[in-house]
């Protein structure tokens, strides 16, 4: 169970353990959803409407994008960024899950709560994911940039993008987006945990029985489903994040349109509803879809798995300690 829970007969797991368990979560689910990651992104930055009407467009959806990408940069084009990205999902889903089940704990212990109790696991969730962002946004822009850039290359490898942005456009680059980034994530954060939670009440009232039973199956299709809400409710936000998170870097999106300067998340949410309607806030939005059902899922099937796996090895260990005694 994800978060903290007297009644469960797993909550032995200790904070390295948990720490371990979300850093490995991150990895393997990273290295699935990248290719989606990089065409949200893509379309997320296009100002031209995403759509074959429009002559200026660069890409008109995901198929043509995928097709667009394959013959202009190559099949890597779909990892580009993946070591930052990697550095970001592994740093980020130990200091999410330890923060979420530490804040949970003392919910717990200072005010008793009930299993269905969706505010303690929305702000638990949203505090957790602003610490991890607040530690590891430098990553994060660095990620956008490199999954943004296309042929040929103003970054060659991460520290080559770390000296370029330090020099050209100060420390305070690397902390670019963030204001919306901290907006967004916490409401974002906040419903991923408490639908899970709340989704995972329903599919047990849904399939009555045993719970270890169909367990994988049921974390999976919880995470999926609490991905898809959280991205529906806060999209428009991870969407001004991006745009500002390329400001200055202009240079690297020349082939891609037209480019805009933003001076501020009002600025650039004005910009994009007068130039571009009120569907431009929401660009991007299947592939987001895609990419927050598989990676919301996997993150939450994956950190449940390792806990279980390092619970029973613990389990495993003991009786034998108590078979040798």
């Known amino acids: 169970m994800v978060g903290y829970d007297p009644k469960s007969e797993c909550r032995n797991n200790s904070k390295v353990e948990v720490a371990l368990a979300g850093s490995a979560a991150g990895l393997v689910t990273r290295a699935l959803i990248s290719p989606l990651d990089v065409i949200k992104i893509r379309f997320q930055l296009q100002v031209e409407n995403l759509s074959s009407r429009d002559p200026r467009a660069k890409y008109h959806g995901i198929l043509h994008a995928m097709r667009q990408i394959l013959k202009e940069e190559g099949l890597t084009a779909f990892w580009k960024g993946h070591f930052p990205a990697q550095i970001l999902s592994m740093g980020y889903g130990a200091v999410q899950f330890v923060t979420f089940e530490r804040l949970t704990e003392l919910a717990h212990r200072t005010k008793p709560y009930g299993i269905s109790d969706f505010s303690v696991h929305f ?3 949203g505090l957790s994911a602003c ?3 607040l530690s590891l946004q430098p990553v994060d822009v660095l990620r956008t940039r490199f999954a943004a850039q296309g042929e ?8 080559h993008g770390m000296k370029m942005m330090y020099k050209t456009e100060g420390p305070l680059a690397f902390y670019k987006g963030l204001p919306p980034t901290i907006i967004a994530i916490f409401p974002y954060a906040g419903f991923q ?3 899970y939670r709340m989704l995972k009440q329903v599919y047990e009232w849904a399939m009555p029985g045993d719970r270890k039973k169909n367990a994988n199956i049921k974390n999976l299709l919880c995470g999926s489903g609490a991905g898809v809400i959280s991205k529906i409710l806060t999209y428009p936000l991870d969407l001004f994040k991006k745009r500002l998170q390329v400001d200055g870097f202009e240079e690297a999106r020349a082939t891609f349109g037209q480019v805009r300067k933003y001076e501020s998340l009002l600025d650039c949410a ?3 509803l007068q130039e571009e309607g009120a569907r431009g806030f929401f660009k991007g939005l299947t592939p987001s879809l895609l990419k927050a059902a598989m990676s919301t899922g996997l993150i939450f099937f994956m950190y449940e798995l390792f806990c279980n796996l390092f619970n029973c090895k613990k389990t495993s260990d003991n009786q034998k300690t108590g078979q040798v005694s």
């Open 123 to 125: 702000v638990c969730g």
């Open 131 to 133: 610490a991890a962002t």
């Open 152 to 159: 040929p290359k103003i970054y060659r490898n991460l520290r």
């Open 193 to 195: 945990f408490s639908f």
């Open 270 to 272: 004005r910009k994009i």
